[in-house]
């Protein structure tokens, strides 16, 4: 049987990835302007969307690009976790990674991997694994001392004159501010600093839209340091190639028609990961009846199989974390009836599902579900029973 190339639980990748064309040309911009040694290099890029949108694949095409650009640049990519002992715990983790990634990087030449090989990062807040309560005794700059530290003798002794830029990049940043409320202000200080003496580290980070309003009362500086760079769902086009491409990637035979497109798109709406769902399930039950091609009607027919895989693997979660009272006021909005109709405070319980993303707000008083295909599953799973 033939591959099946999607998988909505994987950022796509190279071959697989589609579209996105405009936020391409603009870091491709960037990128260009960083390599330039009579500009200053500068630029901070901070991806930010909701969740399954394709931040992350979005980030790695972006790395893939810097990777694949002549004259050859540094490439840096972590993930952020919550998992790390606050902001000197992340210092330590990205210095480490920053060792690791230049000196395995095949696109530089070997004169250059040795000299970046000589460079260690000296870490010494201790051992790595600082018990909590000595972590909590370490000042809160020193991280950020230790990483400017840092990363100027790493480019001072032995970047300068061999890479034009080492991009940094961060995916999910928004879980530092977990750890340290005030990371992404720290962050901001380094790297501005860093990039202020010409040490050209550009940062790249992904986070939902929120992120920098998370810290309100820090938040304007940081706002100020990135570039915004919001992504949303696809257009109907960018779904065909969403769609297309990846079938063509892989050498599979199927050709989707595109009435089944149009019938994909008008339920998920663009959504990058409920396309990438409803693919997978049309895929598999195409391929077990050999069909070589399928068209809207197809899609029509084997949607309630498609709707039943992500009530099981996505909806039922998402209801089983709301509570009673929370899921009266979700049953309300998904049959468009007003909210007061339920008997507890209707708002605050709204608010507390526009926090947990279930529910978005449209205008005063206004809410939708966060997604059609969850006010249908809370529709025909919830209410109707
Ligand atoms: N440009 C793209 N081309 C093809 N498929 C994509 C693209 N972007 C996203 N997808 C699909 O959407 C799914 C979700 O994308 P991704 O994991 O990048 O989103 P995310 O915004 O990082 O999500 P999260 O908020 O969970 O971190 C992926 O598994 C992939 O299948
Ligand atoms: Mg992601």
Request: proline content about 5%; cysteine-free; glycine content about 8%.
């Given at each position: 049987m033939p591959i099946n190339p999607f998988n909505p639980y994987f950022p796509a990748h190279d071959d697989l990835f589609a579209n996105r064309r405009k936020e391409q040309e603009l870091f491709q911009r960037a990128l260009?302007?960083?390599?330039?040694?009579?500009?200053?290099?500068?630029?901070?890029?901070?991806?930010?969307?909701?969740?399954?949108?394709?931040?992350?694949?979005?980030?790695?095409?972006?790395?893939?690009?810097?990777?694949?650009?002549?004259?050859?640049?540094?490439?840096?990519?972590?993930?952020?976790?919550?998992?790390?002992?606050?902001?000197?715990?992340?210092?330590?983790?990205?210095?480490?990674?920053?060792?690791?990634?230049?000196?395995?990087?095949?696109?530089?030449?070997?004169?250059?991997?040795?000299?970046?090989?000589?460079?260690?990062?000296?870490?010494?807040?201790?051992?790595?694994?600082?018990?909590?309560?000595?972590?909590?005794?370490?000042?809160?700059?020193?991280?950020?001392?230790?990483?400017?530290?840092?990363?100027?003798?790493?480019?001072?002794?032995?970047?300068?004159?061999?890479?034009?830029?080492?991009?940094?990049?961060?995916?999910?940043?928004?879980?530092?501010?977990?750890?340290?409320?005030?990371?992404?202000?720290s962050l901001r200080a380094v790297f501005q600093d860093l990039q202020g003496h010409r040490m050209t580290y550009p940062l790249i980070i992904t986070g939902p839209e929120d992120m920098f309003e998370a810290t309100r009362d820090v938040s304007e500086p940081v706002t100020r340091f990135f570039e915004r760079l919001p992504i949303g769902p696809f257009s109907r086009q960018d779904t065909d190639e969403a769609i297309v491409e990846p079938l063509k990637a892989v050498n599979h035979p199927l050709r989707v028609?595109?009435?089944?497109?149009?019938?994909?798109?008008?339920?998920?709406?663009?959504?990058?990961?409920?396309?990438?769902?409803?693919m997978r399930e049309l895929v598999n039950a195409a391929d077990i009846l050999s069909l070589s091609k399928i068209d809207g009607q197809f899609v029509e027919s084997h949607w309630s199989l498609v709707a039943e895989r992500m009530g099981e693997e996505k909806f039922a979660a998402e209801w089983n974390q709301a509570t009673d009272g929370e899921r009266e006021v979700l049953g309300f909005v998904a049959q468009n009836l007003p909210m007061s109709q339920g008997k507890r405070s209707a708002?605050?319980?709204?608010?507390?599902?526009?926090?947990?993303?279930?529910?978005?707000?449209?205008?005063r008083g206004q809410y939708a579900l966060y997604h059609p295909l969850f006010a249908e599953y809370v529709r025909i799973h919830k209410v109707d029973r």
């Open positions: 260009t302007a960083s390599t330039q040694s009579s500009l200053p290099g500068a630029w901070n890029l901070a991806v930010v969307g909701p969740w399954g949108i394709g931040k992350t694949s979005l980030l790695r095409r972006f790395a893939w690009a810097a990777q694949m650009n002549d004259p050859p640049v540094g490439v840096v990519s972590m993930t952020a976790t919550t998992a790390t002992d606050g902001f000197d715990g992340f210092a330590r983790s990205l210095l480490w990674r920053i060792q690791r990634d230049l000196t395995a990087n095949p696109r530089l030449n070997e004169g250059v991997r040795n000299e970046l090989a000589k460079w260690e990062p000296k870490v010494n807040l201790g051992p790595i694994s600082v018990s909590r309560r000595a972590s909590k005794e370490l000042s809160a700059e020193s991280g950020v001392d230790l990483l400017y530290a840092e990363l100027s003798r790493l480019w001072n002794q032995h970047i300068t004159g061999r890479l034009a830029a080492v991009l940094i990049f961060i995916d999910d940043a928004n879980n530092l501010l977990e750890v340290d409320a005030k990371a992404l202000l028609l595109p009435s089944a497109i149009d019938a994909v798109y008008a339920r998920t709406l663009g959504h990058p990961y409920f396309a990438s769902f409803s708002s605050a319980l709204a608010s507390r599902l526009v926090n947990k993303g279930l529910l978005v707000k449209r205008g």
